[in-house]
């Protein structure tokens, strides 16, 4: 179970920390329907998979959707982003831990 406080880093958006150690971090994030992932880059290499819902991704200057079951790695420093098409949750992976998230 994890301690970490659920937060809300954009409209519709809430992410919750599940697990972490130095190396890997692994987090939750629910969408609303419409709500949107901003297009963002970061150093880590993460993976997403999609538990549920259905989401149009952003990933350099590709495009494609996602749906429940699908998992895809985005590589360390791409520009990438979603939106939510049908509600539902994404858990994220990310080596090492995003510090910015604790």
Same mark, same amino acid.
């Given at each position: ?28 994030? /629910? ?21 549920? =819902? ?26 990438? =982003?979603? #939106?939510?098409?049908?509600?539902? /949750?994404?858990? #994220?992976?990310?080596?090492? /831990? ?5």
């Amino acid at each position: 179970m994890s301690s970490f406080p659920v937060v809300f880093p954009d409209t519709g958006v809430a992410r919750q920390v599940l697990a972490d150690s130095p190396e890997l971090m692994v987090v939750s994030f /629910r969408f609303e329907t419409g709500a949107k992932g901003a297009l963002h880059h970061h150093p880590h290499v993460q993976s997403t998979y999609c538990e549920s =819902g259905r989401f149009t991704f952003f990933l350099g200057n590709e495009s494609f959707e996602v749906k429940q079951g699908d998992s895809f790695v985005i590589p360390s420093g791409a520009k990438h =982003g979603c #939106d939510c098409l049908e509600a539902g /949750r994404l858990i #994220d992976c990310f080596t090492p /831990r995003r510090d910015d998230f604790l």
